[in-house]
């Protein structure tokens, strides 16, 4: 397992048009995080999956947001009608057991880095 | 909502010197992790914290959880160019939906001139 994947790295976009995100989570881990982060700034939370069950979803994602993980293993974003404040890194982080806290962390991706025109 | 205020923002200083940024919070979490990031990258995650009081030492960082669990300090001895970076603190929800969701602070910009 090389860690979590996510594609494209890059995506330039013209305003109001659809675009979706890919992430493969490290494989034993159950749980599969989304962020968006702006330069310079911390993540901000989007949403997060417990095997494939969407648990929460941030008050600040609009309707245009949806995220899905249907087996379990590879999740995917879409933002529809996109718009220039969606321009952003996107993250996504799998974690392993959230009871073993001593080793509790965040595996990052690389992220998508979306830019919209 | 759990909020992480951390400072300073930006932090430019010359090899050799020591820092401390700081993570404060007015809520409990279950653990505190620190992170490194790069441009272009996703953060790695650096140490994480679990016990209020507890110091853990990484070569030349020393990070320390508050007693209440809601603050968090990590200190870089005889910085270096190669400690450039964002680095980011990041709590993680104590109870029901939130436990294990990670908050993270703003983040501060740490650029080590040689």
């Known amino acids: 397992d090389t860690g979590v994947s996510q594609d494209p790295r890059h995506k330039i976009t013209k305003r109001g048009q659809n675009v979706t995100f890919r992430c493969d989570p490290i494989s034993e881990h159950n749980r599969l995080y989304w962020y968006r982060q702006t330069l310079g700034q911390g993540p901000e939370f989007l949403t997060y999956f417990q095997n494939e069950a969407q648990l929460e979803k941030s008050r600040l994602l609009s309707d245009r947001f949806s995220a899905e993980r249907p087996k379990g293993s590879f999740s995917t974003l879409e933002i529809q009608r996109t718009e220039q404040g969606d321009s952003a890194m996107y993250l996504c982080?799998?974690?392993?057991?959230?009871?073993?806290?001593?080793?509790?962390?965040?595996?990052f991706g690389s992220g998508t880095r979306l830019t919209v025109v | 909502t759990q909020l992480l205020e951390q400072s300073p923002q930006f932090l430019s200083i010359q090899e050799g010197e020591n820092l401390t940024v700081y993570c404060n919070s007015s809520?409990?979490?279950?653990?505190l992790q620190w992170y490194r990031q790069e441009p272009g990258e996703g953060p790695v995650l650096l140490v994480t914290?679990?016990?209020?009081?507890e110091v853990k030492k990484l070569k030349r960082l020393t990070f320390q959880f508050g007693d209440a669990r809601k603050d968090s300090s990590l200190h870089i001895t005889a910085a270096q160019p190669g400690d450039t970076g964002l680095y980011l603190c990041?709590?993680?929800?104590?109870?029901?939906?939130?436990?294990?969701?990670?908050?993270f602070g703003q983040g501060t910009i740490l650029t080590v001139h040689p």
């Open positions: 982080a799998s974690s392993l057991n959230v009871l073993a806290r001593e080793n509790y962390g965040y595996t």
């Open positions: 914290v679990v016990t209020g009081g």
């Open positions: 990041a709590g993680a929800g104590a109870g029901g939906t939130s436990y294990g969701k990670l908050t």
């Open positions: 809520s409990v979490f279950s653990s």
